[in-house]
């Protein structure tokens, strides 16, 4: 479970080589306030890799005017 403060935080702890998609099985649910497109990308390399992802994000998303 991941709740970071920017994208590029989230990308290297998350997609980075040491990341937590790096470390075999997981579920990963990211809660960071982050535009979807990362939520995107980490569903994608989650897939890939036989992994599950969840996007948690709450109030923020909607308050920013992705929802």
Do not use: Y
């Amino acid at each position: 479970m991941v709740m970071l403060p920017d994208v590029a935080t989230v990308e290297l702890a998350v997609l980075g080589p040491e990341g937590v998609l790096a470390g075999g099985p997981a579920i990963v649910a990211d809660m960071s306030t982050t535009a979807p497109e990362l939520s995107e990308r980490i569903a994608a390399r989650a897939a890939a890799a036989g992994l599950s992802a969840l996007d948690a994000r709450g109030w923020a998303r909607r308050a920013c005017g992705w929802a």
